[in-house]
């Protein structure tokens, strides 16, 4: 079992910054990738980026290409959206995702933490 927990969200102006964290606890030595998704009233959730454990290799959704930036401190078991130049759309909760090592898939989830951008 992974236990996350999502903090950092908030309302903010169109063009602000704000860093999302995400710690985790219980197996975390399990952990192979960590993902920061979004889901906006009335879409689906939507993949926004993710990391590695090891290695620390990133990824990231076209839409916040540029302007996000995904980071881990092992030490800590936290991951960090790092998001600048925030825009409207936005707009969602954030939830971040863990894939263990032995799922094909992402297999915990936290409760989100909602980030609302007005413009």
């Known amino acids: 079992q992974v236990l996350l927990v999502e903090s950092g969200g908030g309302l903010v102006q169109a063009g602000a910054s704000l860093r999302l964290s995400c710690a985790a606890s219980?197996?975390?030595?399990?952990?192979?990738?960590t993902g920061w998704f979004r889901q906006a009233p009335g879409k689906e959730r939507e993949f926004v980026a993710s990391?590695?454990?090891?290695?620390?290799?990133?990824g990231y959704a076209d839409s916040v290409k540029g302007r996000f930036t995904i980071s881990r401190d092992n030490a800590k078991n936290t991951v960090y959206l790092q998001m600048s130049s925030l825009k409207p759309e936005d707009a969602a909760v954030y939830f971040c995702?863990?894939?263990?090592?032995?799922?094909?898939?992402?297999?915990?989830w936290g409760q989100g933490t909602q980030v609302t951008v007005s413009s």
């Open positions: 990391i590695t454990r090891r290695g620390g290799a990133t």
């Open positions: 219980g197996r975390t030595d399990s952990t192979y990738l």
């Open positions: 995702a863990v894939r263990t090592l032995q799922s094909l898939q992402y297999n915990f």
